[in-house]
């Protein structure tokens, strides 16, 4: 076993201060939310684009169960997807891959976004990771999209009729 000298004891400790700042720095500027549970799935960590999402601040999220952010409807299913992907060896994977999951937010409004979850065990404790994307402004795009192309067909089948 090494032992460190008090300088590069001190040395090592500003480094782990400065690689946690760096990390916490990257979970708070990012873009989209991203939560973390414990294996009870309580919330760990809810940086700053979650609590804007869920509009509700971290001091309220952390602690609390994940399942106040999903519909009441999916949460018992939500619930046993977790602890399956804990026993599995898959350590991450994209959630919903051929559909909008819905999640629900602290003001009980229900939205669409898109999921990927991973998960680690440090020190003995599985943690899981989710990062969240709002995917509310690109539904309803895509659905003013479908509008305008039966908009646009009928249009075509009208003119066909009329001859033009």
Excluded: W
């Amino acid at each position: 076993m090494t032992t460190l000298s008090p300088p590069d004891a001190l040395a090592s400790s500003e480094a782990q201060l400065q690689a946690e700042q760096r990390i916490s720095g990257i979970v708070e500027s990012a873009m989209d939310a991203i939560i973390s549970i414990d294996a009870r799935q309580r919330i760990v960590l809810f940086n700053g684009a979650a609590a804007q999402m869920f509009r509700c601040s971290a001091e309220y999220a952390l602690g609390r169960p994940l399942e106040e952010f999903i519909p009441e409807r999916f949460r018992h299913a939500h619930r046993g997807h977790v602890v399956k992907f804990g026993e599995s060896r898959q350590t991450g994977r994209r959630m919903g891959a051929l559909a909008v999951l819905s999640a629900r937010r602290a003001d009980g409004e229900e939205f669409p976004m898109e999921a990927s979850i991973s998960h680690v065990e440090i020190a003995g404790e599985k943690l899981f990771t989710v990062i969240l994307r709002d995917v509310t402004e690109r539904q309803r795009a895509a659905e003013r999209l479908d509008h305008l192309h039966a908009v646009l067909r009928s249009t075509q089948r009208i003119n066909q009729i009329i001859g033009h």
